[in-house]
């Protein structure tokens, strides 16, 4: 008999601590790559304002992490890799935007389970984008 319940079990969404805590991780990431010398190589390929680099990155995580499909229902079907053409991506951008964000899920207190599970997936995401030999 089937699993009538493959995915039973809480959301990463629900572990981190819903709404406001997947919110304040996104805010730290984005603190943290403004004040961080060793993110400006990502910084830089980012508007100057990142008030909807936030918003974006917000509702994407929201259902990528098993919450509200907050993105798909505002902007659509996310196309990640699509929209991340306009921006030179090779292996030192991608390693930069992980360790922004093991950083941030750090500093945020998450948990060290989920963070490294958490981790994993953000590495195939990240690493898909990569559209720049090297
Ligand atoms: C691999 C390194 C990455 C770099 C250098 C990068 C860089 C950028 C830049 C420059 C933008 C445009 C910002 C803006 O329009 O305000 C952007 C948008 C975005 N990024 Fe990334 N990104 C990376 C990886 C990721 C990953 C791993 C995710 C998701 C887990 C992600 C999710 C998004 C989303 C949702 C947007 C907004 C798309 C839109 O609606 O225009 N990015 N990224």
Avoid at 47 to 66: E, H, I, M, V
Wanted: one cysteine or more; hydrophobic letters at 40%.
């Amino acid at each position: 008999m089937n699993d009538p319940q493959p995915n039973a079990g809480p959301t990463p969404y629900e572990l981190l601590g819903g709404e406001a805590a997947v919110r304040g991780l996104v805010d730290r990431f984005y603190d943290l790559m403004d004040l961080e010398p060793a993110y400006a190589g990502i910084r830089r390929l980012h508007p100057p304002a990142l008030d909807g680099s936030r918003d974006k990155l917000f509702w994407f995580l929201s259902g990528w992490l098993g919450g509200p499909p907050v993105y798909a229902e505002r902007i659509g079907h996310p196309m990640l890799r699509a929209r991340h053409l306009p921006f030179s991506i090779g292996v030192d951008e991608r390693d930069q935007w992980l360790r922004c964000m093991s950083q941030a899920m750090d500093e945020a207190g998450v948990d060290p389970v989920l963070q490294r599970r958490l981790a994993q997936a953000f590495f195939g995401t990240a690493d898909w984008m990569r559209n720049r030999p090297g």
